[in-house]
Each structure stands twice: as structure tokens, then as C-alpha cells.
């Protein structure tokens, strides 16, 4: 019987995968599965899934042309209103919700879009302890006391000393009893890695674009959350001034003004020089626009940076561009103009809406950088 539940247990999940799949992009521009989202848990809303079947009504109800009635008699009132009507014996429409962990979410969104495993850019690794139980000892911190063979050395001693009573099996450890798991410590190395998103939130930015740049940037998070064992995220919003922010104040923010591209920029060399060494980590950029910016002076001046600093000291820069009525997507003609399709350290996308941001994230993370 349980190799049977197993059996069924493992293909009720081939048919969840199979359609998370199937609905990845619906999925993936709807944000209510952002807000469905536990601690690692994420409820997928599944539609459910019946075998067809044949249903007969009351034979009482008559059809077109058999009844009472004249001719030009309305036939029906049409359907009722929810909430109205009388209780009914037939089943209404269910919604089976499953709940799937982000890790199994990150590998679905991996085998679709087939995103390439990360590569190691030989940095430095961090070394990150951790601990492995080698043994048993009989002194130790009570934290590390070994239930079982703690009882079980105070059974032995009760039942050779015949203390031991089965009709009332009271088993009281003594300090020679109680038996402790001893543990080494081992240092593994880790590649940790950061992630620096930055946002215009000017005046031409509406709340369509933002929301356009969360969902973008809660997938990008969950895939390379896979990845790396540490993940740290950084939040810039700029206009014509830039700012490091928290997440929350990231993503609702509303402000207005103009844009000047190169104070985020500069703010987030200055994050990587002073926090984020690219010695011990591995450094993503996510800059989110609609591409407008102040000026062509500030435009050559972002190039500079991303040319002389940003890219030696970073894994990936990527720039999305959100498209909005006010934005003229200048910025997006300017990095390919001034670094081309080709170059190895910048991947851009042009984000037209919530479908296209599936599209994005194979562009961005199709590298394996």
C-alpha cells in the first residue's frame, strides 16, 4: 500500500510540473504568485482536471418546443447572479491550489527556458563552515544529547541490574546514561553572490513599469537563489539623484523628475568598492528604465563607467528597458550602439509588457555568466 501512495504521490507531481509548465507564462507576469508566496513555499493555483461525462437533468424539464407557452415567450431569463437563486444539488467549480517549493519553481523555470548552470568565474570563494556528526561521546552539551542512545544505555542498565519493571516501564537516565553526538567542523568553499538592482523612478516610470520590474526581478532572484549558496541584494532608485533603498521602498516608490542614468551608477561602484570586493564575490547589475536620460553628456558618462569600472568588476550587467508613453528608449540604442550585441559582460532586453517578461529573463540568464 505505501509503494502504491508513492507511486501515485510522484505522478500527481509529473502532472503539476507538467503543468506549471505548460501555464509558465501566465505564471510568470501574474503577480498574485508573488503574493501567495510562504516562507519557501509558493501556492500554484491549478484549474482541476475531470474525467468527461455525461449528465442527465430532471426529467421533468422540457426542451425548446415541448411545454406550455406561446409563441414569442421568452425561452430563458438567462443566467442567474452569484449570490441569488435557490441551493442547488449539483457541484460547483473547483481550484485545486498546490504548493511548490521555490526550488522546484527555480528548476522548472530552468528546464523551459533550459538556462545554463552558472559558471565559475574562478573569484575567490568564500569558506563557509559547517558541520558533519562523526560519533558519540559520553560528556557533551545537553544542546547535543543523543535521545535514543541515551535511552537506550539507561534500558540496559535497569534491565542487568533488575530494576526493570514491564508492567510499569519508568526509564530515569543517570549522568552515566546519557551519551552526546560529537560533531567536526568542516570549511567548505562557497561562491557567494550579490545582486545590485537599480530602477529609474522618475516621472515617466508609471506603476505598471514597476510592477513590470518586480516580477522580472523576483524570477531572477529565484533562479540564481539556486545557484549560490548566499544570495545579498542591494536596491538603487534614481532619477535625477540615485539612492540605496530596501526592497520594499524598491518596488513603491513613486516619485517624479528627471533622470540623470549615471548617479545609480556611480552609487553602485561605490557599493561594490566599499561592501562587495569582486575578489570574493560574484556581482550581478539589473538596471530597469524606460530609456530616457537627461542628457547625451550623462549618457557618455555612463558609458565610461560601465566601460572602466562596472563591467571589469562584475559577472553580468544587465539593462531592461520597461516601455512606457513617456519614455523614448534612447538608452537601449545607446549601449548597443556604443558596445554591440556581442559583448560578452553586457546583455540587454527591450520589456514591451508582463509577456515579455519570460523572454527577458532567457536573454538575461541564457549565458550562464
Not at 421568452?74 to 442567474?80: L, N, T, V
Not at 530494576?163 to 570549511?187: G, M
Not at 561592501?275 to 530597469?288: A, G, K, M
Not at 565610461?304 to 538608452?331: D, H, K, W
Request: with cysteine; glycine share 10%; hydrophobic share 30%.
Amino acid at each position: 500500500m505505501p509503494m502504491k501512495m508513492e507511486s501515485d504521490l510522484n505522478r500527481f507531481r509529473k502532472i503539476v510540473r507538467g503543468k506549471i509548465k505548460k501555464e509558465l507564462r501566465r505564471f510568470v507576469s501574474n503577480g498574485e504568485l508573488i503574493g501567495r508566496q510562504g516562507k519557501r513555499l509558493v501556492t500554484i493555483p491549478l484549474p482541476r482536471i475531470d474525467i468527461p461525462k455525461f449528465q442527465f437533468g430532471d426529467k421533468g424539464q422540457g426542451g425548446v418546443g415541448q411545454g406550455e407557452g406561446e409563441v414569442g415567450d421568452p425561452i430563458g431569463q438567462g443566467e442567474p447572479k452569484p449570490g441569488t437563486g435557490e441551493a442547488g444539488d449539483q457541484e460547483g467549480q473547483h481550484v485545486l491550489e498546490v504548493d511548490v517549493t521555490l526550488e522546484e519553481l527555480a528548476e522548472i523555470l530552468g528546464e523551459e527556458l533550459e538556462l545554463p548552470n552558472i559558471e565559475n568565474k574562478g573569484k575567490k570563494n568564500i569558506e563557509d563552515r559547517y558541520y558533519r556528526y562523526t560519533g558519540i561521546l559520553k560528556q557533551g552539551p545537553e544542546s547535543l544529547r543523543h535521545f535514543k542512545r541515551t535511552y537506550r544505555e539507561a534500558l540496559k542498565r535497569s534491565i542487568s541490574s533488575g530494576i526493570y519493571n514491564p508492567e510499569v516501564p519508568i526509564i530515569i537516565p543517570v549522568k552515566e546514561d546519557k551519551r552526546y553526538r560529537s560533531y567536526k567542523v568542516y570549511n567548505k568553499p562557497v561562491a557567494n553572490a550579490a545582486i545590485i538592482y537599480m530602477m529609474d523612478v522618475s516621472g515617466s516610470m508609471g506603476d505598471e513599469q514597476k510592477e513590470i520590474v518586480r516580477l522580472t526581478s523576483f524570477w531572477l532572484d529565484t533562479w540564481l537563489s539556486t545557484q549560490y549558496h548566499g544570495l545579498e541584494r542591494r536596491y538603487i532608485i534614481h532619477d535625477a539623484t540615485a539612492r540605496e533603498v530596501d526592497q520594499e521602498t524598491f518596488y513603491k516608490t513613486k516619485e517624479s523628475g528627471g533622470t540623470l542614468i549615471s548617479s545609480a551608477y556611480r552609487l553602485a561602484m561605490k557599493i561594490i568598492e566599499e561592501q562587495l570586493p569582486p575578489s570574493e564575490w560574484n556581482i550581478y547589475l539589473f538596471h530597469f528604465s524606460d530609456g530616457d536620460n537627461w542628457s547625451g553628456n550623462d549618457t557618455a558618462e555612463c558609458m565610461t563607467i560601465l566601460q572602466g569600472q562596472l563591467m571589469p568588476a562584475s559577472n553580468l550587467f544587465c539593462y531592461g528597458q520597461v516601455e512606457s508613453r513617456y519614455g523614448s528608449g534612447q538608452f537601449l540604442k545607446d549601449l548597443l550602439a556604443q558596445f554591440g550585441e556581442h559583448e560578452e559582460k553586457i546583455t540587454t532586453a527591450q520589456i514591451k509588457d508582463r509577456d515579455a517578461i519570460i523572454d527577458a529573463i532567457r536573454i538575461f540568464l541564457g549565458k550562464g555568466k
